[in-house]
């Protein structure tokens, strides 16, 4: 099945610096990488998502880039905020009505 | 975006009894949802995958008789966690999607069962 690792655990940022969240998979079948926010104690929100027919998807401070050669993909904040901190989930799937495999999320810290 | 309700949001059982938790999609048909659970600072662990009018799919090692789980239709899944042990004690959390979320995951709130 498909095995998806997530680095790194935690980071810590000055306010205004970028983020970077990397993660890789196993499974070359998975076309499918959304990324979610977790604030404590709050149901995990999509953040943004790309499909494996694009290498790069931007939304505002938040950007995902994918390597399906390398099976990595990345998430970038920019310009972080205090409201950024939080606990972010990358994941992995093959599509359709298969299952979503998550990483072990990374706790972002963001210092005012 | 669309919206998962599930309750309760907490639970507090005595051991040996049962629990349900429901699942609902609200504005869209979930074809397929997902029962997740999560421990304190650490990811989602799946516990199984339902599809409507189908058997759930388990994930290895998750005891299908001890969690059941009913998927009867597009709007509704139900998670019960029967004879309920204090290391059943958990955050569950259900996410669902359907043909008209574009493969997107929508989560539940979660509901924190704790077992005496």
């Known amino acids: 099945g498909e095995n998806v690792e997530q680095h790194p655990s935690t980071l810590s940022v000055q306010e205004g610096d970028s983020a970077v969240i990397k993660c890789t998979y196993s499974?070359?079948?998975?076309?499918?990488f959304p990324w979610y926010k977790q604030e404590l104690g709050k149901r995990p929100q999509l953040i943004i998502d790309i499909r494996s027919n694009v290498g790069e998807k931007k939304d505002q401070r938040i950007a995902v880039t994918l390597n399906k050669t390398a099976k990595h993909f990345s998430l970038h904040i920019t310009e972080t905020q205090p409201e950024d901190s939080a606990v972010y989930f990358c994941a992995a799937s093959p599509g359709g009505y298969q299952k979503v495999t998550f990483g072990t999320g990374t706790k972002l810290q963001v210092i005012p | 975006g669309a919206v998962v309700s599930q309750h309760p949001s907490r639970v507090i059982c005595k051991s040996g009894t049962s629990v349900k938790i429901e699942c609902r999609s609200l504005?869209?048909?979930?074809?397929?949802m997902f029962w997740y659970r999560q421990f304190p600072k650490q990811s989602l662990m799946l516990m199984a995958t339902s599809n409507e009018g189908s058997k759930a799919t388990y994930e290895q090692g998750v005891e299908k008789d001890k969690f059941l789980i009913n998927h009867a239709s597009l709007t509704l899944s139900t998670l019960t966690v029967t004879s309920a042990h204090p290391e059943d004690s958990s955050f569950y959390i259900c996410?669902?999607?359907?043909?008209?979320?574009?493969?997107?995951?929508?989560f539940g709130s979660g509901t924190q069962l704790s077992v005496l």
């Open positions: 504005d869209f048909q979930a074809t397929t």
């Open positions: 996410s669902a999607r359907g043909t008209s979320t574009n493969e997107k995951l929508f």
């Open positions: 499974d070359s079948a998975s076309n499918y």
